[in-house]
Each structure stands twice: as structure tokens, then as C-alpha cells.
T-cell receptor, first 111, second 112 residues
Framework: AQRVTQPEKLLSVFKGAPVELKCNYSYSGSPELFWYVQYSRQRLQLLLRHISRESIKGFTADLNKGETSFHLKKPFAQEEDSAMYYCALRRTTSNTGKLIFGQGTTLQVKP | DAMVIQNPRYQVTQFGKPVTLSCSQTLNHNVMYWYQQKSSQAPKLLFHYYDKDFNNEADTPDNFQSRRPNTSFCFLDIRSPGLGDAAMYLC???????????FGQGTRLTVV
């Protein structure tokens, strides 16, 4: 069965500190991985996807198939990064955008 | 400009009284989804429409139904809400090629 695990419910760091939000997945095929973010009182929105290999708002994530991980990283956290972050998986055999979400990690960046 | 709009934002319903949540989109996307998110849990897909084709998830209770009368609108009907159905319900859309999903702000359902 496909599963996405985010082991930390809450990650609290000081401004300027590095951030790593962990995500592990289980899927027998070749998945497509995403990070979605939800800022306070806003809708869930896409932050980045592994196939685009972009850096968005200073965040990057690399798909490690050997470790089945897709950790989200930022070298220097900002207060405006405080939000709920969800890792999500889409089966590449699916012709829709059906997503399987992890439970989410709340990132709290303190001044 | 909001592209996926859910109404209402907050809905209170009585135990066992049918309730309908609505979602509309201005993106002309093929696919519309309904997710249920209970407190401190991951969003869980209930079902989705690919154009007019309805796709139910295997573990979605029969109490949950959906209608998509046209491309723009999709409804979630809960026939007999129980206390366990209290949750945030998220509507999302995407193009049929599986690209980015766009979410509405959600409807928080309370069952009293």
C-alpha cells in the first residue's frame, strides 16, 4: 500500500537556522512527490514537486529513491515560513492528480 | 482571485440531517476531488470526478455521495451525518494530466 510518513508533528526553529522537514514514502512503483504548504488561514497550495527540481522560497527537496525519502530543506528559516507542510505522493500510473498525503508538520520559526 | 471556491466555510448540521457542501471552480479543470481532513490527520481522498466519471475510494462510506452537474460545480452530500463525520472537507481540482492540484479553502463541518 502507498503511504507517506512525516515523523514530526511540530518543528520549532529560530530565525536563520537551517530547516529540514522529513518525509518518507512507501510505494512499489515510481512515484511523483510533492510538498504542499498551508499558511495560517489560507488554502493548501503547492510548494514544489520533485520533477521540477526547483527552489521555491529558498526551499529544496531531493527525491532519494534508495532511502524512499523526499525531505524538504531550507538553509536559513524565515518567520514567514511558519506554516503547515504536507508531503504528498502521486502514483505515476494514475492519470489523475490523486494525492496521498502525510499527516503534516507544523513549522514554527521563532524570532 | 479565488479559483476553487467552497461554500459555506463553516457548516453546522444536526446528527442524521442530510447536508450538502459545494465547490465551484473557474479553472475549467477536468478533475475535481473531495478530501476529508480530521483534526491532526492527513487529508484523505473520498472520491473524485474525471469529467463525468465518478471514482469512489474503496474505503469511503456509503453515507458520502457526490454530484457533478457540470464542469464547474461539484457537491458533497452526506446523507446521515454522524459525530464522526465532523471534519474539514477540502475540494481540489486538477487538469487530467495529473499536474498540480488546486485547493479550496475548505468547509469545516460540525455535527451537533
Amino acid at each position: 500500500a502507498q503511504r507517506v510518513t512525516q515523523p514530526e508533528k511540530l518543528l520549532s526553529v529560530f530565525k536563520g537556522a537551517p530547516v529540514e522537514l522529513k518525509c518518507n514514502y512507501s510505494y512499489s512503483g515510481s512515484p511523483e512527490l510533492f510538498w504542499y504548504v498551508q499558511y495560517s488561514r489560507q488554502r493548501l497550495q503547492l510548494l514544489l514537486r520533485h520533477i521540477s527540481r526547483e527552489s521555491i522560497k529558498g526551499f529544496t527537496a531531493d527525491l532519494n529513491k534508495g532511502e524512499t525519502s523526499f525531505h524538504l530543506k531550507k538553509p536559513f528559516a524565515q518567520e514567514e515560513d511558519s506554516a503547515m507542510y504536507y508531503c504528498a505522493l502521486r502514483r505515476t500510473t494514475s492519470n489523475t492528480g490523486k494525492l496521498i498525503f502525510g499527516q503534516g508538520t507544523t513549522l514554527q520559526v521563532k524570532p | 482571485d479565488a479559483m476553487v471556491i467552497q461554500n459555506p466555510r463553516y457548516q453546522v448540521t444536526q446528527f442524521g440531517k442530510p447536508v450538502t457542501l459545494s465547490c465551484s471552480q473557474t479553472l475549467n479543470h477536468n478533475v475535481m476531488y473531495w478530501y476529508q481532513q480530521k483534526s491532526s490527520q492527513a487529508p484523505k481522498l473520498l472520491f473524485h470526478y474525471y469529467d463525468k466519471d465518478f471514482n469512489n475510494e474503496a474505503d469511503t462510506p456509503d453515507n458520502f455521495q457526490s454530484r457533478r452537474p457540470n464542469t464547474s460545480f461539484c457537491f458533497l452530500d452526506i446523507r446521515s451525518p454522524g459525530l464522526g463525520d465532523a471534519a474539514m472537507y477540502l475540494c481540489a481540482t486538477s487538469r487530467g494530466d495529473g499536474t498540480e492540484a488546486f485547493f479550496g479553502q475548505g468547509t469545516r463541518l460540525t455535527v451537533v
